[in-house]
């Protein structure tokens, strides 16, 4: 059996700036970032409880896996390993690390594209207690717009509602989450009217959550807990800033995917 050397994945790692709202244009890390929503509540949990029940750790690459965690928590220091017959060399390139949000109660979660350019992935959760994980099945990709539909046999404790296509004004608070890095926040960069998208299938939204290298399909939400989209990549805007990005799916299509993919099981 051989460890796991993960090489986090996000597709431009660095950080990004808070609006002047709470951080006055300084540069903010993940911590700062989300300190003032320390006490948010959500559905009656913390902002960061209720992110991490929803949201699955994926490590992409490897065929088989084996997860320690200690207290039934994923952690930075939650240790992986694989039965892979890959040489060391290999293994150092071959794990990835992001992010997945649940998005159903029977084992639905939507992630990023790019996590899956490596193989195989799975997906990994914390329920009633203990740390579970499972292999997770391609339903359906975007690489245009870095996203993809996963299914495995993993049941979350539970899952985030979709938010509804409507008007998303400049400055909207949006909140991340991944288990490696923990929770940050950010803000909606532009404004938009997502129904005045048409009959669109996906879509990218700006955003200025400082993402890092784990957050790679990690969940963005607003303060009232529905999913916006899932985190892509970040990089600079102009010399002086960074933008980050989430990939979003019209509602309407996520659930005519998994609909379908129901019915084909």
Request: net charge negative; glycine share 10%.
């Amino acid at each position: 059996m051989r460890r796991l050397l993960l090489l986090a994945a996000l597709a431009c790692p660095g950080c990004a700036l808070l609006g002047p709202d709470w951080q006055e244009a300084a540069p903010a890390t993940i911590a700062t970032s989300f300190a003032p929503f320390r006490e948010q509540q959500i559905g009656g949990e913390d902002a960061e409880t209720f992110m991490r029940r929803r949201t699955a750790t994926l490590l992409g690459g490897v065929e088989t896996l084996h997860v320690h965690a200690e207290g039934g928590r994923i952690t930075a220091n939650t240790v992986y390993e694989t039965d892979d017959p890959v040489s060391l060399t290999t293994l150092t390139r071959t794990g990835v690390q992001g992010a997945a949000a649940a998005v159903s109660a029977d084992g639905y979660y939507l992630t990023a594209a790019h996590d899956l350019s490596l193989g195989p992935a799975h997906l990994v959760i914390e329920a009633g207690g203990e740390v579970r994980s499972a292999p997770a099945r391609v339903v359906w990709t975007d690489p245009d717009f870095d996203v993809a539909l996963l299914h495995a046999d993993l049941a979350p404790e539970d899952y985030f509602a979709l938010a509804p296509d409507r008007e998303l004004a400049e400055g909207e608070v949006v909140l991340s989450f991944s288990h490696m890095l923990g929770p940050a926040a950010g803000q909606l960069q532009d404004d938009v009217d997502l129904p005045g998208e048409g009959e669109y299938v996906a879509l990218t939204l700006p955003h200025s959550t400082p993402l890092r290298r784990g957050f790679s399909g990690a969940p963005a939400i607003t303060l009232d807990g529905e999913l916006l989209g899932v985190d892509t990549s970040t990089g600079w805007e102009t010399i002086f800033t960074r933008r980050s990005w989430m990939a979003r799916v019209r509602p309407a299509r996520l659930r005519e995917l998994m609909e379908a993919d129901r019915r084909g099981r």
